[in-house]
T-cell receptor, first 114, second 113 residues
Framework: DAGVIQSPRHEVTEMGQEVTLRCKPI?????LFWYRQTMMRGLELLIY????????DSGMPEDRFSAKMPNASFSTLKIQPSEPRDSAVYFC????????????FGEGSWLTVV | GENVEQHPSTLSVQEGDSAVIKCTYS??????FPWYKQELGKRPQLIID?????GEKKDQRIAVTLNKTAKHFSLHITETQPEDSAVYFC????????????FGTGTRLTIIP
């Protein structure tokens, strides 16, 4: 299996622009997580889905952030409009509950908003 | 919700010595405790995990201990090597398969050659 696949790997954008991050979970995994990592705040859970349904979005910072999972093999995290303080590494992760609670991370999307 | 605290935030040890990282959690219902290692510029990767029905688990130079009464768990690395240098994260969840994983703030471990 190719693992969790994220795109883009790196993005530099100007403040005010829309940013869309994409994730393909491991095939057969039915839970998907979006995390944000910064030096100051560590690994923060933004939102997670079970069977494509959002379960907990309490970590989403504000209305500028939105996430969707239209099917079992694809999810997006959108920031509109983006701000410099959104600069971070955004990790997507997936889990197969049948294998316990282990989650597997993608390589991350490194976002810089200037 | 669950709160996980991790100490120390940074740790330097001589190559060959042991390293210990400690975490505490708040929710007594939590029963799954993984440890992730993140090398510079890479993704976090699971190195070992423990469930609440055991008190200790070992995998070569790595061991994790769990004290459910005190609500703390620890990672032990023996005979440290330069490649052990990384950031280590502990985490906790209720382990039902549908619950979220709450992470500690991480420990930057540096192995001094």
């Amino acid at each position: 299996d190719a693992g969790v696949i994220q795109s883009p790997r790196h993005e530099v954008t100007e403040m005010g622009q829309e940013v869309t991050l994409r994730c393909k979970p491991i095939s057969g995994h039915n839970s998907l997580f979006w995390y944000r990592q910064t030096m100051m705040r560590g690994l923060e859970l933004l939102i997670y889905f079970n069977n494509n349904v959002p379960i907990d979005d309490s970590g989403m910072p504000e209305d500028r952030f939105s996430a969707k999972m239209p099917n079992a093999s694809f999810s997006t995290l959108k920031i509109q409009p983006s701000e410099p303080r959104d600069s971070a590494v955004y990790f997507c992760a997936s889990r197969d509950p049948g294998q316990g609670n282990t989650i597997y991370f993608g390589e991350g999307s490194w976002l810089t908003v200037v | 919700g669950e709160n996980v605290e991790q100490h120390p935030s940074t740790l330097s040890v001589q190559e060959g010595d042991s390293a210990v990282i400690k975490c505490t959690y708040s929710d007594s219902a939590s029963n799954y405790f993984p440890w992730y290692k993140q090398e510079l510029g890479k993704r976090p990767q699971l190195i070992i995990d423990i469930r609440s029905n055991v008190g200790e688990k070992k995998d070569q130079r790595i061991a994790v201990t769990l004290n459910k009464t005190a609500k703390h768990f620890s990672l032990h690395i023996t005979e440290t090597q330069p490649e052990d240098s990384a950031v280590y994260f502990c985490a906790a969840s209720m382990g039902s398969g549908n619950e979220k994983l709450t992470f500690g703030t991480g420990t930057r471990l540096t192995i001094i050659p």
